[in-house]
């Protein structure tokens, strides 16, 4: 089993910053992938950024703007985000694929607001 916990989300202004961190515990050895997922009120959960060994994707409306690291010391997941804007309000989920499971955290709320 590997556990999640996602901290860092908050209100912050359009143009802010914010920096998600998404600790993993237990089994984390031979943890493939790991990525940011977010949800929107009444839409379907969308990925953000994902970064394994092979590669880092984003997605393209945050292209540019946020920027995704992983220090596998520290077994921690970051999402730095910069210009933000407001439809980038949503719940933020970490995600970690670890053999062939798929473990979530339980979510940490951004909301982009004047």
Do not use: H
């Given at each position: 089993?590997?556990?999640?916990?996602?901290?860092?989300?908050?209100?912050?202004?359009?143009?802010?910053?914010?920096?998600?961190?998404?600790?993993?515990?237990?089994?984390?050895?031979?943890?493939?992938?790991?990525?940011?997922?977010?949800?929107?009120?009444?839409?379907?959960?969308?990925?953000?950024?994902?970064?394994?060994?092979?590669?880092?994707?984003?997605?393209?409306?945050?292209?540019?703007?946020?920027?995704?690291?992983?220090?596998?010391?520290?077994?921690?997941?970051?999402l730095q985000m910069n210009s933000?804007?407001?439809?980038?309000?949503?719940?933020?989920?970490?995600?970690?694929?670890?053999?062939?499971?798929?473990?979530?955290?339980?979510?940490?709320?951004?909301?982009?607001?004047?």
């Amino acid at each position: 089993q590997v556990q999640l916990v996602e901290s860092g989300g908050g209100l912050v202004q359009p143009g802010g910053s914010l920096r998600l961190s998404c600790a993993a515990s237990g089994d984390t050895n031979y943890i493939r992938g790991m990525g940011w997922y977010r949800q929107a009120p009444g839409k379907e959960r969308e990925l953000v950024a994902s970064v394994s060994s092979e590669r880092t994707n984003y997605a393209a409306s945050v292209q540019g703007r946020f920027t995704i690291a992983r220090d596998n010391a520290k077994n921690t997941l970051f999402l730095q985000m910069n210009s933000l804007k407001s439809e980038d309000t949503a719940l933020y989920y970490c995600n970690a694929k670890r053999l062939l499971q798929t473990y979530w955290g339980q979510g940490t709320q951004v909301t982009v607001s004047s």
